[in-house]
């Protein structure tokens, strides 16, 4: 799929409205359907110009949040505005979202130009201005010379940039993704989603997406709402939600961590199994139960007098490392890693330690070998 090139003077229209919109704050939204509550009280700050993903698995109330948000949806109670505005009293209509979702929603029997412009049309743009606002937004998404196609003529990624197109051409206060790239091929989303991320940061328009996928919140989002059971369990950089999850389930949703449970019994140690481990600083109570994580890629195994290097150390003293030994159980291989998993009795635990495929590849390590097993200082994930 060719890249969407940007041209700057057909984005030159879209700065002013997207760049002038304020942020999106939400107070205290609820929404029960029956005896289920599937927005518990969310609060969530959108900042002018930032793609925020609505991260969470199914039923988590990230769809009901971008609905309410929309105006599709009612809140039961909270507050609700943009710019100062207050949305909730307002139709979908009156708020003046454009809205992407994964269906495409594209009319069959229209071309992709028309498509566009349906949306001008029921604004009443007179039809050579509409006719002029679709092909400059055809081209902003790299589709100039598909203006004549139908939706069947197009791919499954040329739709969803027609839909995009038409999302933008009203030149909307809010642009909302419901996971739009869901149905495509992973080629096709990887490709478009970076199209989408270059787009959203030139026309700097305010962005919501909503996506299951957590490659495609850590890789487009300026920050990620991670959300569980109707709130939101933390928000933030993704780079900070990977390497500072603050509950377990944050742990256990970004990346893979080995999680294991613990007891505090001193300000930087935790007993974990038969072991007394090193820790970032608690300031919990000696006796206290945790759970604290490590990461796969953070682990160090070495075999004999020679070892594979991990990252550095969280902590950077090499005095607060423990070694362990453990006993290979299974080997995966990943690509550019292998997903090597080990046991220890010391720990009476399972971890899994990420190991570059070449270095792999230069010293395998056989199912049944024992090893031993360098832990960098452990975080504390509370109690």
């Known amino acids: ?114 498509n566009v412009r349906y949306g ?61 790239l869901s149905a495509l091929d992973a080629q096709v989303r990887a490709n478009l989603r970076h199209e989408i991320r270059k787009l959203q940061q030139r026309l700097g328009i305010t962005t919501i997406m909503v996506t299951h996928d957590q490659d495609e919140a850590l890789s487009m989002s300026d920050r990620v709402a991670l959300m569980n059971a109707g709130r939101i369990e933390q928000m933030g950089a993704p780079a900070t939600l990977y390497r500072a999850p603050s509950t377990r389930f944050v742990a256990q949703f970004i990346g893979r961590m080995n999680l294991w449970s613990a007891v505090v019994e001193h300000p930087q140690r935790v007993r974990v199994g038969r072991l007394r481990l090193p820790c970032r600083t608690t300031q919990l109570p000696v006796g206290t139960a945790v759970s604290v994580g490590v990461r796969p ?39 550019n890693s292998v997903l090597t998993q080990l046991h220890s009795h010391d720990l009476d635990a399972t971890l899994d330690v990420s190991i570059d495929s070449s270095l792999f590849a230069a010293r395998p390590l056989v199912q049944g070998s024992l090893v031993r097993v360098r832990l960098p200082a452990l975080q504390v994930l509370g109690a």
């Open 120 to 180: 001008l049309e029921t604004l009443r743009m007179p039809p050579s201005q509409s006719r002029e606002r679709a092909r400059e937004m055809l081209g902003l998404v790299g589709l100039a010379d598909h203006g004549n196609k139908f939706p069947a003529q197009l791919s499954g990624g040329q739709q969803q940039r027609v839909a995009l197109a038409r999302a933008l051409a009203p030149k909307p206060r809010l642009l909302l993704l419901d996971e739009p």
């Open 1 to 114: 799929m060719d890249s969407a090139l940007i041209n700057p003077s057909e984005a030159a229209s879209m700065n002013e409205a997207g760049r002038n919109a304020g942020g999106l704050q939400a107070r205290g939204l609820s929404k029960r359907f029956g005896k289920t509550q599937v927005l518990d009280a969310v609060d969530l700050d959108v900042q002018a110009g930032e793609l925020v993903c609505l991260l969470g698995p199914s039923g988590c109330g990230k769809t009901t949040l971008l609905r309410i948000i929309c105006g599709i949806e009612r809140a039961d109670a909270g507050r609700l505005e943009l710019d100062g505005d207050d949305l909730l009293p307002l139709s979908a209509a009156q708020r003046r979202f454009g809205v992407v979702f994964q269906s495409y929603a594209l009319f069959p029997n229209m071309s992709a130009e028309d």
């Open 297 to 335: 890629e953070n682990v160090g195994v070495f075999t004999g007098s020679a070892g594979y290097t991990a990252l550095d150390r969280l902590n950077g003293h090499v005095e607060e490392d423990a070694l362990v030994t453990a006993q290979v159980r299974e080997t995966t291989f990943m690509g």
